[in-house]
């Protein structure tokens, strides 16, 4: 499976739009980009993941680039309860057993 | 919605007592896991398991065995406990009509003493 890479940490304004970033620069054509976050001391929650067409929930939104290489989460109006550790994921479809969960991003949203 | 119950959300054990640690979801899916999850370390993938009876290690299987005699429910025991194995232990199932995508439990924080 491809590894991914986002920053340690980020900074929003509650209200604004969070914009978080992954790059998985070597994907493959069945490789799905995945995004969890994890609230401290909670099991993960899972958000949203795409293909090649960017996708949308009631959670969030994923963009991912027309060469797949690279994505971004984007959570429209940031509340202090969505501080967590957002994770991004790569998995190819036949690898169900094989979500590998990196360091993440630490979101912090800001009064 | 998913639900993904663990047992036990805090428990503290002695070493070399035997541990289980219980997991029941109610989506009827095939698949079901167990993670440990380290400061530092990330979630590492124990044992998983497709179909009833039927469990393949994962990437730390030492220490560890696993049970699946129903389908909605997954069991880890640790048959002697030590310290090392202080941990947060998270389940998680998936499968059924959605292949794509597995939902986590809260997680269980195992002190070993």
């Known amino acids: 499976d491809a590894k991914t890479t986002q920053p340690p940490s980020m900074d929003c304004a509650e209200g604004r739009a969070a914009n978080l970033p992954c790059n998985h620069s070597?994907?493959?054509?069945?490789?799905?980009v995945y995004w969890y976050r994890q609230i401290h001391s909670q099991g993960p929650q899972y958000i949203i993941h795409?293909?090649?067409n960017n996708e949308t929930n009631e959670m969030a939104s994923l963009i991912i680039t027309e060469d797949r290489k690279s994505s971004t989460l984007i959570l429209p109006h940031a509340t202090l309860r969505d501080t967590a550790v957002y994770y991004c994921?790569?998995?190819?479809?036949?690898?169900?057993?094989?979500?590998?969960f990196g360091s993440g991003t630490k979101l912090n949203v800001k009064p | 919605d998913v639900k993904v119950t663990q047992s036990s959300r805090y428990l503290v054990k002695r070493t070399g007592e035997k541990v289980f640690l219980e997991c029941v979801q109610d989506?009827?899916?095939?698949?079901m896991f167990w993670y440990r999850q380290d400061p530092g370390l990330g979630l590492r993938l124990i044992y998983f398991?497709?179909?009833?009876?039927?469990?393949e290690k994962g990437d730390i299987p030492e220490g560890y065995s696993v049970s699946r005699e129903k389908k909605e429910r997954f069991s880890l025991i640790l048959e002697s406990a030590s310290t090392n194995q202080t941990s947060m232990y998270l389940c998680?199932?998936?499968?059924?009509?959605?292949?794509?995508?597995?939902?986590f439990g809260e997680g269980s924080w195992l002190t070993v003493v």
């Open positions: 998680a199932s998936g499968g059924g009509t959605d292949l794509n995508t597995i939902y």
């Open positions: 070597t994907i493959s054509g069945n490789e799905y």
């Open positions: 795409g293909l090649k």
């Open positions: 994921i790569v998995r190819a479809v036949y690898n169900f057993n094989k979500f590998y």
């Open positions: 989506m009827d899916h095939e698949n």
């Open positions: 398991s497709y179909d009833v009876k039927m469990k």
